[in-house]
């Protein structure tokens, strides 16, 4: 097991040394990339189309709003759809090298990770430049990105696996991912969910991450206790629930990529 661990953090080295290889710029793209998506949103939302919220007195209100959810949603969504495609994609290796299927999960899980946590830092950095009060609690942004890091993970394994059997499903999953993006307040406020689809909320996991992050930012409000609790059941049942697919249809996978 502590092999496989090792072998996968390797993976993720490899992928972070191969997603920007050949480009003029090379890792700054760790960097610009989250800027560049901080720098739109705060600007074009919050200054552009004059979108501004009332419930906190700086005049990026928006965008402080915006930027957590936005980048959690990135992250989520990216290890998703990642790790959808993942066996197909690494079937060659797989065939190859003598380790299990998971390592190279785990390695792309790992590099996701890794931008997350560069792109919610840059966040934060964002609200140092506007003058958003930083608190001792946002030291729970880390619990709760690891946390929704693990769902992500639970959710990705299991439609991995049955990809291979559905091929449809290769172009099936990024559909919903949109659709539930949208169904997600992001973008929006909650209240316009509340108040007409309120079971859109409730039977919503990710809003639940989401929504610590958006406390976090804009009012310094740290996870009651109660969202502890369901983050924790989502990210660990979901997990539970991959291992259990994982172990019953890996053998199987394995003959037919």
């Known amino acids: ?5 090792l072998l996968a953090f390797d993976f993720a080295k490899r ?3 191969a997603k920007y290889v050949g480009t003029s710029i090379g890792q700054f793209w760790y960097l610009l990339s989250p800027l560049i998506m901080i720098f739109i949103y705060s600007v074009i939302f919050s200054d552009f189309m004059k979108m501004k919220l009332d419930i906190v007195d700086n005049s990026y209100a928006y965008s402080i709003y915006l930027i957590p959810g936005l980048l959690a ?3 989520f969504s990216t290890i998703v759809m990642r790790l959808n495609n993942s066996f197909l994609e690494k079937a060659n290796l797989i065939k190859k090298i003598n380790v299990p299927m998971y390592s190279f999960q785990l390695g792309i899980v790992l590099s996701e990770l890794f931008m997350f946590f560069i792109s919610m830092l840059l966040g934060v950095i964002f609200l140092v430049i506007v003058k958003q009060p930083i608190t001792v609690e946002f030291l729970w942004l880390p619990i709760i990105m690891v946390l929704q890091t693990i769902f992500a993970f639970g959710i990705g394994v299991i439609f991995s696996l049955f990809t291979p059997f559905f091929k449809d499903l290769k172009e099936i999953i990024p559909i919903i991912i949109q659709l539930w993006f949208w169904m997600t307040p992001i973008i929006y406020l909650n209240t316009m969910l509340q108040n007409k689809y309120p079971k859109l909320l ?3 996991p990710i809003y639940y991450f989401i929504e610590v992050y958006q406390n976090i930012f804009l009012f310094a409000k740290p996870p009651s206790i109660d969202k502890i609790l369901i983050v924790l059941l989502l990210s660990f049942t979901t997990l539970f ?7 019953k249809m890996v053998s199987t996978i394995k003959d037919i990529i």
Do not use: G, Q, R, V
């Open 1 to 5: 097991m502590k092999h496989n661990i």
């Open 202 to 204: 409730i039977y919503n």
């Open 15 to 17: 992928e972070l040394k």
């Open 241 to 247: 629930i991959a291992i259990y697919f994982y172990k």
């Open 73 to 75: 949603w990135t992250s």
